[in-house]
């Protein structure tokens, strides 16, 4: 009699088991910016699978409006700062110093290009990021530089001559963690 309900038990802790099972794969390939999983088809259970089953279904739709959401939001800010954009660039060909305004048209451009970055994530979950050899005593030197022609003092320890830090990554990534340290 004991193995007889040993064995019910057993089926019985399977049949609830495996569509919670079934539901940790559905939960797995959730993707927010893609097409609603399907829920797996359950047979009658207890309550509680059914209503985690609905919880889920609640959550997944509450990813996919946010997401919508927030690419709606960074869409409208890249199109508003776009806009901004081309003004401050026709304004900026009257500069008399063709120096000056090259590298304002290179940071509206830098910043244009994170802007579309910032899209790509939002939408896709990866950054179209532009890897590259980079000398960071150059990029770093390029930055004080900047800093300094726009009239910020900038304190900085002399690079011994012909020291050169190479490392793969993004130049626009680098550069936005450089402007976060202070000098």
Known sequence: VGTLFAAVAFFLLHREIRPLTRLAAAV?????SGEPVPLPAIRATTPEIRALMRAFDRLQSRLRIMTRTRMALIGG??????????RLRLRLERLPDAAERERATADITDMINLLDNALLTSRAGVGALEEEMLDLTEVLGNEVADFRRAGQTVVMEPVPDHTEAW???DRLAVVAVFRFLEF
Request: glycine share 6%.
């Open 167 to 169: 490392v793969i990554g």
């Open 28 to 32: 797995d390939a959730i993707d927010p």
């Open 77 to 86: 800010i890249q199109h508003d700062v776009r806009s901004f954009a081309t």
